[in-house]
């Protein structure tokens, strides 16, 4: 007995020293505890604060154990994505703990309260290479300072390295360039940024480019949209978080590209958490295809929606779109996955599979053609706005004006062969979903809906799935 006591109390001490954590010290002042403390395995990781959400970053290999000290009376925590499967420990009426043993990125939400200043907790592994400082062709920000007033235009070739602890407030921009990299653990900060200068001060605005990596930073209040790509060829967004409560502050919006992979992603933006694209002045003939969205976890807020394809969608085609294993923990308004056509495409061949919404508030599915004021015919006239607006399930959508119809159906695509597959609606009140051509000929059709379940019962009838249908034809429920 004794033996087996001695092995099993050896083994606890081997899995405590394997454990390894990197923190990162901010510029002074950045940080607050205002909300909360963090510590991981002892260790003190800064907290930053947002005007919606508080968040920490660290890297850890092994199991470590969060010990979290807030402000607030706490009665109950919510740790989410709830695949995380993560319950906490309360250790007093303001402190709980819990323990990871990978890393993720998670929203711990204190009775059940979600704009009650919820805490972040981002999670990676260690860094395995990073670029060298003293090449020329790296623009490295260093961690533990506070850069003021940055218009940075990269060039081709270019890296910038944001380090752990760095935080950068402004924007960064290019336009026809290849092979170029934004990289690092540090803090990329939109709160004094507005949109002018042609739009340009996006967090990361890149146009016409090609060959493109965004990895792990942290965007810091984003008051604008925040990844924008626009007519760019042969990108991969890896693992950055996104925290913002803005007006159009749209996490990521792929913008006429093609070729493009965003992965694990964490998104918690007023307007979309991701937004597929094909207006701009570019030919017709080039079109958004071959876009991956995967492994991200998205909290859409009270405008815009957590997936979106549209509403400008200008271009012959948007084809070859694949969501998969996507976590989506609040949709406080607007729609949970969403196809809107405001324009002429052909949105054909987009797959959603493998996606869990935990609180949806409006709607699960929403397919939809109409004439907007986002359209190519669109009127932005504030009194023809205010008479014609329908005050209902879509925002920024019009009547056309009576007699006109016919001619706005000509600058009117169509929806075609898309498949919703493994969608599992695991809390909250079951969303409706809404599937709405513009007309008979310019309608959605096609539309497979696979395995769909609400709190685990499977979903077989529009009924059950709360489904209206206007100008669609071929749904199956499956």
């Known amino acids: 007995m004794m033996k087996k006591l001695l092995f099993i109390s050896i083994l606890f001490y081997a899995i405590n020293v394997t454990a390894q954590v990197t923190t990162w010290q901010g510029p002074e002042g950045f940080a607050s505890n205002k909300y909360y403390s963090v510590k991981v395995n002892g260790v003190k990781v800064p907290v930053y604060d947002t005007p919606i959400a508080s968040y920490a970053v660290f890297d850890f290999t092994g199991q470590v154990t969060l010990e979290v000290n807030t402000m607030y009376d706490v009665r109950w925590v919510d740790i989410r994505p709830l695949k995380s499967a993560l319950k906490p420990e309360y250790t007093d009426d303001n402190s709980f703990k819990f323990t990871m043993n990978r890393p993720e990125n998670i929203s711990l939400e204190l009775n059940g309260r979600i704009r009650q200043q ?10 395995k290479e990073k670029p060298s400082k003293s090449d020329k062709n790296v623009v490295w920000f260093e961690g533990g300072k506070l850069y003021k007033d940055v218009k940075l235009e990269l060039k081709d070739n270019q890296t910038v390295y944001i380090e ?3 935080v950068v407030q402004g924007y960064i921009f290019a336009e026809g360039k290849k092979n170029i990299k934004i990289l690092g653990r540090g803090i990329l900060d939109g709160s004094f940024n507005k949109t002018t200068e ?10 016409n480019c090609e060959n493109i990596a965004i990895n792990d930073i942290v965007l810091h209040n984003g008051t604008t949209w925040q990844v924008a790509l626009f007519h760019c060829n042969k990108a991969e967004i890896n693992g950055i978080r ?15 590209c093609t070729n493009v992979v965003v992965d694990g992603v964490f998104a918690h933006t007023k307007d979309d958490c991701v937004a597929i694209k094909s207006g701009g002045n570019y030919p017709a003939d080039h079109p958004t295809d071959n876009i991956l969205v995967k492994n991200c976890v998205f909290w859409n807020s009270i405008w815009g929606n957590a997936i979106e394809i549209g509403f400008e969608l200008y271009s012959n085609e948007v084809k070859n779109i694949r969501f998969e294993n996507i976590d989506i923990i609040h949709v406080e308004d607007g729609a949970t996955i969403s196809i809107h056509n405001a324009g002429q495409a052909h949105v054909h061949n987009v797959v959603f599979e493998n996606i869990r919404v935990e609180d949806s508030r409006q709607k699960l599915f929403d397919v939809a053609i109409f004439y907007s004021q986002w359209g190519p015919d669109g009127i932005r006239d504030p009194e023809f706005i205010k008479k014609n607006y329908l005050h209902g399930a879509w925002d920024g959508v019009q009547k056309p004006p009576a007699g006109k119809e016919a001619y706005h159906s000509t600058f009117r695509g169509k929806v075609s062969n898309i498949v919703f597959k493994d969608i599992h609606v695991v809390g909250g009140l079951m969303p409706f979903s809404v599937f709405h051509g513009f007309d008979k000929q310019k309608n959605v059709s096609g539309v497979t809906i696979e395995n769909l379940t609400y709190m685990g019962k499977r979903l077989t009838t529009t009924e059950e799935a709360k489904i209206r249908q206007q100008n669609t034809e071929k749904l199956i429920i499956k």
């Open 164 to 166: 752990g602890g760095a």
């Open 242 to 256: 996104i925290v913002s409560e803005s007006a159009n502050d749209d996490g990521l919006d792929i913008f006429r």
């Open 118 to 127: 919820p805490l972040f907790i981002f999670s990676g592994n260690p860094e």
């Open 198 to 207: 042609g739009n340009k001060n996006r967090f990361i605005h890149l146009e």
